[in-house]
């Protein structure tokens, strides 16, 4: 690894790239301040070290250009106020205003750019503007894992320009010595719980993970194209009927590899996906039409439960039903508890990928598990064996 604690920073300019693609309201106040948070030491070491920091992002996905409701500068006063010091703002991350706070900027002092995304070309990838970006700062520095999978000028491409002078910061650090905890020295038993609406999202990463699990659970909407699969009724729950015999040859390799795949045996129904509807709780299996499954139900829970108090290494990534409603919550609060409660009790746990935060992070647990990736995306393409451009360009 390439690691800022590898370099000396004294009166060097760190460009670092940043993701503060963070959600804001319509007041533009930030709404979860997760990712701003977890690159506060990477900014603080550099500055300590006696350096400058230049900080660039992208906010959202403007569409043609500056766009009010995109605009980082709605972030600093926060990051002002998380590191104790003031922030100077570029209106531009590559024009005049830019250059010229860029080449002021003493030790110690910290500038943040104008989203990266207001140019098109960020996100093709163009050498001319990472150049341009390249000739704000003496060193590069990524720790933005969240976008470590595209190969943006940012992100990839500007590394290029730094061939003794780039590295990772310590998000990146962690996001991959974590991640290969779970990959490379895993503690055994490993089980991988796996939720979310869609089989198709989840595809690659069930078959990468498949000769390396003990226990797959299987929940979220995702279940019922696997249930139907293996001929159950489901009733109107989501299906992706083009996968049925995806689904299918999935359990049966689970079978042949001796990997335990656990689908709910019940669920928690609704005759419309509305928080007003009428619910019950039925088999997983016999859901009759109209109604349809938007939660594991209590059968399910308690043996997820029994699987992962045995285990020593989880690896979560999906919620079990529509947490966002309080009707429909009780399955992913009960694996989120169970999986700290796991965490105690000496497991290794990872949680990843945005739904699976947002529950962690809802429930107050995020302090009571191992590692929280910040990179859903990112984190998912890694355990799938990509290759991402990110992480390529600062090793090569």
């Not at 209106?91 to 900027?105: F, M, Q, R, T």
Request: glycine content about 10%; some cysteine.
């Amino acid at each position: 690894m390439r690691s800022i604690d590898d370099f000396n920073f004294r009166d060097k300019r760190a460009l670092i790239r940043v993701d503060f693609n963070v959600p804001l309201d319509a007041s533009f106040q930030i709404t979860d301040t997760t990712r701003i948070d977890a690159a506060i030491p990477t900014i603080k070491e550099i500055l300590n070290d006696g350096g400058s920091v230049i900080l660039m992002s992208h906010l959202g996905r403007p569409k043609s250009g500056p766009e009010e409701k995109f605009s980082l500068q709605h972030i600093v006063p926060y990051l002002a106020e998380k590191l104790g010091c003031p922030v100077k703002f570029a209106d531009d991350c590559i024009g005049p205003s830019a250059v010229e706070l860029a080449k002021e900027l003493k030790p110690g002092e910290v500038l943040l750019l104008e989203n990266l995304r207001f140019y098109k070309e960020e996100e093709k990838g163009d050498e001319g503007f990472a150049r341009h970006l390249a000739d704000l700062g003496d060193v590069y520095v990524n720790d933005a894992f969240g976008t470590a999978h595209r190969a943006h000028a940012s992100t990839a491409v500007i590394a290029k320009f730094f061939p003794d002078a780039k590295m990772f910061g310590y998000i990146m650090n962690n996001e991959i010595l974590n991640i290969d905890k779970i990959l490379k020295d895993t503690p055994r038993p490993f089980t991988a719980i796996l939720g979310g609406a869609k089989v198709s999202g989840k595809i690659e990463i069930i078959n990468h993970l498949m000769d390396k699990v003990d226990n797959l659970l299987i929940g979220g909407g995702m279940m019922f194209t696997f249930i139907k699969a293996i001929g159950g009724d489901v009733g109107n729950s989501l299906v992706e009927d083009d996968l049925l015999e995806l689904a299918k040859d999935t359990v049966e390799r689970a079978r042949m590899l001796g990997v335990n795949l656990y689908l709910p045996p019940d669920a928690v129904i609704a005759d419309a996906f509305s928080i007003d509807a009428s619910t019950s709780i039925r088999s997983a299996y016999d859901i009759p039409i109209p109604w349809m499954g938007l939660d594991i139900g209590p059968v399910a829970c308690e043996k997820f439960k029994h699987v992962i108090e045995n285990s020593k290494a989880i690896l979560w990534n999906g919620p079990m039903g529509v947490f966002e409603m309080k009707k429909f919550e009780h399955g992913t609060r009960f694996i989120a508890e169970r999986v700290a409660e796991a965490t105690a009790n000496g497991s290794f746990t990872l949680i990843g990928g945005g739904d699976s935060v947002a529950a962690i992070n809802k429930y107050g647990l995020a302090g009571k598990v191992s590692y929280v990736s910040t990179g859903g995306g990112a984190m998912l393409e890694y355990i799938e064996g990509k290759e991402l451009p990110g992480i390529k360009a600062i090793l090569d």
